[in-house]
Every structure is written in structure tokens, then in C-alpha cells.
């Protein structure tokens, strides 16, 4: 069946660095991506998506970039802050992988 | 703020009791999905109501049934409470071919079955 799923756990980050979260999913049919952040009591808030017949992506301070060959995207935070601490999740459409907890260290 | 509120916010159920969570969606929207996300898992998604009607089911059992209303508004029943149905259950609301499809979620009904 479909999955997706997160390489990393967890990942810490210097407070102004840039950030780097990956995902990797297993359906080539899949055609529409979805990149979540969950803060500690909160539910999921969407950030950005990508549809398959794009490669890359930017919003505010975000970046998801798509390659459909080896079925892998990823989220890069630029200059991250405190506040970007959260659970990070990568879904296609209603499949959410399992989550990437960014903790951003002062 | 997403203009999605849940309720109730937390609760404690008994083993083999049923429950019933509610849903406002933000205004306007007229599809209202639900999620199951236990600790430390990504959110699962259970179904999804398009004006009224269930319009996609994941994988869970039919003691898992909801309800949409008129307004949009929805409900999650569970029957025959298991002890691995505690979890965060969360509704989030979108409109259906709107663009960007954009979701936005509630902040979830904690469930703890004992």
C-alpha cells in the first residue's frame, strides 16, 4: 500500500541556519503534496504544497522541492527560528508520514 | 486561529462506552474530514463528509461512523470503545474545488479509554 515516511527523527538546528527536512514516498502515481507543522498542543498547520508537475516551490522563508525519479521531497526552512520548533509532516493528500521534530537551539 | 473548533477538549471513556466528538468548520467550507493521531504518530485519516455525505473512508472499522449537518458542521461517533482508540482525534475543514485546497485543522479532542 501507499507510505510515507520521514528519514530523520528528529533534527536540531542552530537558531538562523538553514533547515533541511526530507520525506520520501512510495506511490509514482502520488501527484499532490502537503508539508504540516504541529506545534505541542496544536493541530497540524498547513505550510506549503506541491503539486507532481512541479520540481520546486517557495513560500515565506520555505522551500519544498519534488523529484519524482527517486519519489523524494523535501522542506528547507531558511534562517530558522525558535518559534519554527515543531513537528514537521510531509502527506500526500490524506497520508501523512510519520513526522520530523525540528528543535532549533538558541 | 483556523476557524476550526472541536469538542470536547478532553475526555475519559470506559472500555466498551461510545463516544461522540463535534465539529464546527470554518465558514464557508463545505468538507469536513476526521483524523486519528496517536502519540508520537502522524494523523490517520478516518473519513471525510462533503455536504452530507461520506465521500472517502480510511482504514477503520465501522464502529467508526460520523455525521455532517446541514451548516457543515460534523460529528465523529465511536462505539465499543478500545483501549487503543485513545489518541487525539482531530476534524479539519477545506473546500472542495477551491483552489490550493487548503486544510485547515482544529485543535483536536484528546480521548483517553480505560
Known amino acids: 500500500g501507499e507510505s510515507v515516511g520521514l528519514h530523520l527523527p528528529t533534527l536540531s538546528v542552530q537558531e538562523g541556519d538553514n533547515s533541511i527536512i526530507n520525506c520520501a514516498y512510495s506511490?509514482?502515481?502520488?501527484?499532490?503534496f502537503i508539508w504540516y507543522k504541529q506545534e505541542s498542543g496544536k493541530g497540524p498547520q498547513f505550510i506549503i504544497d506541491?503539486?507532481?508537475?512541479?520540481d520546486k516551490r517557495q513560500g515565506q522563508r520555505v522551500t519544498v522541492l519534488l523529484n519524482k525519479t527517486v519519489k523524494h521531497l523535501s522542506l528547507q526552512i531558511a534562517a530558522t527560528q525558535p518559534g519554527d520548533s515543531a513537528v514537521y509532516f510531509c502527506?500526500?493528500?490524506?497520508?501523512f508520514g510519520p513526522g520530523t521534530r525540528l528543535s532549533v537551539l538558541p | 486561529e483556523t476557524g476550526v473548533t472541536q469538542s470536547p477538549t478532553h475526555l475519559i471513556k470506559t472500555r466498551g462506552q461510545q463516544v461522540t466528538l463535534r465539529c464546527s468548520s470554518q465558514?464557508?467550507?463545505?468538507?469536513v474530514s476526521w483524523y486519528q493521531q496517536a502519540l508520537g504518530q502522524g494523523p490517520q485519516f478516518i473519513f471525510q463528509?462533503?455536504?452530507?455525505?461520506?465521500?472517502g473512508r480510511g482504514n477503520f472499522p465501522p464502529r467508526f461512523s460520523g455525521l455532517q449537518f446541514p451548516n457543515y458542521s460534523s460529528e465523529l461517533n465511536v462505539n465499543a470503545l478500545e483501549l487503543d482508540d485513545s489518541a487525539l482525534y482531530l476534524c479539519?475543514?477545506?473546500?472542495?474545488?477551491?483552489?490550493?485546497?487548503?486544510?485547515?485543522f482544529g485543535e483536536g479532542s484528546w480521548l483517553t479509554v480505560v
Open positions: 479539519a475543514s477545506s473546500l472542495k474545488g477551491g483552489s490550493g485546497n487548503t486544510i485547515y
Open positions: 463528509y462533503y455536504r452530507e455525505e461520506e465521500n
Open positions: 502527506a500526500e493528500r490524506r497520508v
Open positions: 465558514s464557508g467550507h463545505n468538507t
Open positions: 506541491i503539486r507532481s508537475n512541479m
Open positions: 506511490n509514482s502515481a502520488s501527484d499532490y
